[in-house]
């Protein structure tokens, strides 16, 4: 590295030292670790999220040192890692969302199914991932997407995928739960047979291209099965897109497809309740601009869940495991 360079690089250092006096030490270290192969880009790319959402000056200077490292080919991991860049827009939460047309359409795939496209602004699409990585990175949260491995490495919980079981109330206030009845009223619009919901639970799954999904059911109060009216899922997809399919029974030869994008919502209740489904790809090179350097490179799922007097296991936890009056739920996830 030439004598300029190593000057760009210090001034750097000073600015963003000034930026996050309380954290740049322990983001120095990483960085080092990373470039000596002793720390893992998505390491490194987790503590430059957190560490940019101090100010508009930590997220371009976190950017700026990003962009400068040495070598070429850590910057492309670290690229890969962060999704692009660390972007410099503030964290915005739906209280302060500002308010503006949006282009949703709803989509009736079938009774019971709709996709609302386009429902969540992009604000709120960064508050969501801003929120639940918060939550999945905590250390106060003992079930987070990660997991220490033997040799004290942070991986995700569930091999190819992390996975947390919170209530609605684990994000602040009651946004999710403001999300969530939105979702199901403009479902009902379109859609007579989609039934209400009380918001209980909430599955957040974050995962990258190339994770394994088998074929299921998701869990449901065994009494409301064959009546075919059970409360929906409300199903939130943030960050890269992916293809969902579904059928209606483990037999059926063929399923259907449906591309859900960032900002899109899913819901699936009543007779299309017990649906048979799984994600079957997720597109590499789909994350949107207005989500790089805001979360990891990947997909968030957020399904809330009403699971009304259900009664999950947390001893199986990553396992999502309910019960009703000590009966197992039916379906499986």
């Known amino acids: 590295m030439d004598a300029d360079a190593v000057d760009v690089l210090r001034r750097r250092a000073r ?78 939460g739906c209280s302060s969302e500002t308010r503006r047309a949006r282009e949703v359409k709803a989509e009736t795939l079938a009774p019971g199914l709709v996709c609302l496209r386009k429902f969540m602004t992009v604000e709120r699409q960064r508050w969501l991932a801003d929120e639940s990585f918060r939550l999945g990175e905590s250390v106060d949260v003992q079930q987070g997407f990660f997991e220490r491995s033997s040799d004290g490495a942070a991986k995700l919980n569930q091999g190819s ?30 859609d007579d047979a989609m039934p209400d919901m009380n918001p209980t639970t909430c599955l957040v799954n974050f995962y990258k291209d190339g994770a394994e999904f088998k074929w299921h059911k998701d869990s449901e109060d065994p009494k409301l099965v064959k009546s075919r009216a059970g409360p929906p899922i409300v199903s939130f997809s943030v960050g890269m897109s992916a293809d969902f399919g579904y059928k209606y029974s483990f037999e059926d030869p063929t399923h259907e497809v449906v591309r859900l994008n960032s900002g899109d919502v899913l819901l699936f209740g009543g007779p299309s309740r017990m649906i ?29 869940r009403d699971i009304g007097e259900g009664v999950i296991d947390t001893s199986q936890f990553p396992a999502y495991r309910v019960s009703y009056d000590g009966v197992p739920a039916e379906g499986n996830v």
Do not use: W
């Not at 309380?22 to 670790?33: E, S, V």
């Not at 994600?279 to 809330?304: A, D």
């Open 161 to 190: 995928r992390g996975r947390m079981i919170l209530t609605p109330e684990a994000f602040p206030g009651d946004a999710l739960r403001e999300m969530c009845a939105e979702a199901v009223r403009a479902a009902q619009k379109v």
């Open 15 to 92: 600015a963003l030292r000034r930026a996050i006096p309380g954290r740049y030490d322990d983001l120095r270290a990483l960085a080092r670790g990373f470039q000596l192969d002793e720390v893992t880009p998505d390491a490194l790319a987790r503590a430059m999220i957190e560490c940019s959402r101090a100010s508009s000056d930590a997220a371009r200077e976190i950017d700026a040192l990003a962009r400068a490292l040495p070598s070429e080919a850590h910057r492309a991991r670290l690229r890969r890692a962060l999704g692009g860049g660390v972007e410099t827009t503030g964290t915005t």
């Open 276 to 304: 048979v489904h799984s994600v079957l790809n997720v597109h590499p090179g789909s994350m949107p601009g207005h989500l790089r350097g805001k979360m990891l490179n990947g997909r968030l799922n957020v399904t809330v």
